[in-house]
């Protein structure tokens, strides 16, 4: 494992902006390839969270990643919401003209490219979730308010009204709940440096998006998507719940690895991945 990742490649990247509502969204695109590849970071994370697919696929395919809006080195906003991370992933891609991207999300960016989806059609060419944030609510009104209010409720462990020491402990402690028990002290140490980057109130903002729940409708995107779910076992009914939302799914589930699996185990995560779009018709 590189645990030297961050600092040292970072350096190698050649970096671009993009305008978008008078600020600037930072992303880097490189490489040839008949696959065009724009890979969307999770919560308070940044591009750098793809840096071993960077390095592995730069030779293969036109390659993009993004820091979206108050992440990394993308401007500060004044409000942040899934339809502003949308906006900036589009902006990107027009910008270096894809014409038709496999769209990439871990985590949180699972749910911005299937908003993306769902937004411009069939635009996209396929989907890869890597341990997407994309879960079934409660079927009940009841039961989603509850969900909603809980979303909130976590959401206000990363407030900016917290002392520094509090909210970066709080930090500290959800991510040790995404962790296998084999992932190195190390690794994970070098996450949290990386989400720590985040200001608090990007932190705070980017975790109450998504406890809006006009982002969980049933809505099926017809592309055919891979998702990769990590952990200690598979959720029960998560696939069939998924091939609902994705009638052309593959679903593979990686366990014994962490939630960050594209950083911990990239070998792996590369070859279920370039294995999916090798499966891709022209």
Known sequence: MK????????GMLVAAT?????????YTAEGQGREELLLIHG?????????????AWRGKYRVVTLDL?????????????MELFVKAVEAVRAKEKLARPVLVGHSLGAIVAREHGKK???????????DGSIFRLPPDEAGKDRWRQMMEGLSERFSPRLEKAVGERNVSE?????????????????????????PPPVRTAAFRSMADLRLWDEAKLEQPALFLRAGKREPPG????????????????????????????????????EKFLGSLKQ
């Open 238 to 273: 998560e696939e069939d719940y998924l091939r609902e939302l994705f009638p052309h799914l593959v679903y593979d589930f990686v366990p014994g690895v962490s939630h960050f699996l594209q950083l911990e185990k990239p070998e792996l995560v590369n070859e279920k991945i």
């Open 3 to 10: 645990l030297w990742l961050f600092g040292l490649c970072a």
């Open 120 to 130: 411009y059609p069939g635009v996209a060419r396929a989907f890869v979730f890597v």
């Open 18 to 26: 993009v305008d978008l509502e008078g600020r600037k969204i930072h």
């Open 174 to 198: 959800f991510l040790s709940n995404l962790y296998a028990e084999s992932t190195p002290r190390e690794f994970q140490l070098m996450v949290l440096g990386e989400i720590l980057k985040t």
């Open 43 to 55: 919560w308070s994370g940044n591009e750098s969270f793809w840096l071993p697919q960077r390095e």
């Open 69 to 81: 809006p108050g992440h990394g080195k993308s401007g500060m906003f004044e409000t942040y919401s």
